[in-house]
């Protein structure tokens, strides 16, 4: 779903920072060989997350879903010098594609993959987290940031992507729709929060920005 038409979409895009090489490459393989190369964040919203990570100058940054990287790369643009970034993912098809990506990038020896379920594989990280970016199963998106915020150092940045769900917030949620239902919820929760402050911005399918009070 387009939230703003293309038109503007494809503006906003071109009068925003050009798209690296790298993540050029990355963005057309994805489309060419990986299934649902929908998921992947694209140019716009890759350089939001960019600059977001940049701001923030993060030591530590987790990653809730993989997919290909190309958000990965992203964030990775931000980090210090002896930075690390976390990331997990489930699809045990995608390691060697995404290996070969962040292989090819500045930040080869900075981003760790770990295969498997995240709610499993967070705690065992015993680290203290300046940015985190949810995008993963919808369904754990409550889970995911309660285990989260205890791990957060004090103004710390947790986005979430896709909580306007293709604009399926707005509508009458169907009886076996699970995702929809803990979007809804996740989005009052994070409204409500006393431990964080929010903004929700329309970009893409929705993007959250939440900093930890």
């Not at 004090?154 to 949620?173: C, F, M, R, T, Y």
Request: charged share 25%.
């Amino acid at each position: 779903m387009h939230f703003i038409s293309e038109e503007l979409e494809n503006y906003a895009a071109f009068h925003s920072e050009n798209e690296p090489e790298l993540l050029k490459a990355l963005n057309r393989e994805t489309h060419q060989k990986i299934l649902q190369p929908r998921m992947l964040s694209g140019h716009f919203q890759g350089r939001v997350l960019s600059l977001i990570s940049k701001l923030v100058n993060p030591k530590n940054i987790l990653e809730i879903g993989t997919y290909t990287g190309y958000a990965t790369l992203c964030l990775a643009e931000g980090l210090q010098k002896d930075g690390e970034l976390d990331t997990i993912d489930v699809n045990e098809e995608l390691v060697d594609f995404q290996r070969k990506y962040f292989d090819l990038s500045a930040y080869k020896n900075q981003i760790h993959q770990h295969l498997g379920s995240a709610l499993d594989i967070i705690p065992k990280l015993n680290k203290k987290f300046d940015l985190v970016f949810i995008d993963a199963d919808k369904e754990n998106y409550i889970n995911y940031f309660n285990m989260i915020v205890p791990m957060m150092n004090n103004g710390g940045i947790i986005l979430s992507d896709n909580v306007l769900w293709s604009g399926k917030v707005l509508e009458p949620v169907k009886p076996n729709d699970k995702s929809t239902k803990v979007l809804l919820e996740y989005n009052k929760i994070l409204k409500d929060d006393p431990r964080i402050e929010t903004v929700l911005l329309p970009i893409r399918d929705g993007l959250t920005v939440s900093r930890v009070i």
